[in-house]
């Protein structure tokens, strides 16, 4: 996986994991390392998420994210720095696999939805970029240089 200075749009994946139909319920299994290229270290989610609000709004210096609508439906915003793109995530089989140096924001949740964060790093302050202007800076100043 890509890092900060290198990370495109194009590097952003779509996963699709096993489903496994049962009468009672269905159920799909990720593995830290096997569906998803890094060791899980940290699981979140986002819920009770109110009618217009966005979540997100950061990029990562180094965190690999795994991100799941684990119900309901909900739009993903990506930025390279240089061009963006919009997902609706709206089935709890699939993710998108998001490397370093990608801005994310996270839009038009669906009532009861749940946002499912599978992580490659602990919380860590420092390895957020809150400044969508210091991102694209950043970006772009490590793309002239290479």
């Known amino acids: 996986m890509k890092d900060f200075n290198y990370s495109r749009i194009e590097d952003c994946k779509l996963i699709s994991f096993d489903k496994n139909h049962r009468i009672k319920g269905n159920i799909t299994a990720v593995n830290s390392g096997e569906e998803i290229p ?8 986002l819920y ?3 009618g217009g609000e966005a979540r997100g709004g950061h990029a990562h210096k180094n965190l690999k994210q795994l991100i799941i609508a684990g119900s309901g439906s909900f739009e993903l915003i990506l930025d390279d720095g240089f061009n963006s793109k ?4 709206s ?3 699939e993710g ?3 490397p370093p140096g990608i801005w994310r924001e996270l839009t038009s949740f669906s009532s009861g939805s749940i946002c499912l964060v599978l992580a490659s790093e602990i919380y ?3 390895d957020y970029i809150r400044d969508y202007e210091n991102f694209k800076n950043k970006k772009r100043k490590n793309s002239s240089n290479s």
């Open 96 to 98: 998108i696999l998001i």
């Open 86 to 89: 919009k997902i609706r995530l």
């Open 38 to 45: 890094f060791e899980i270290k940290r699981v979140y989610y």
């Open 91 to 93: 089935q709890p089989y």
């Open 48 to 50: 009770d998420i109110p």
């Open 124 to 126: 860590l302050e420092e």
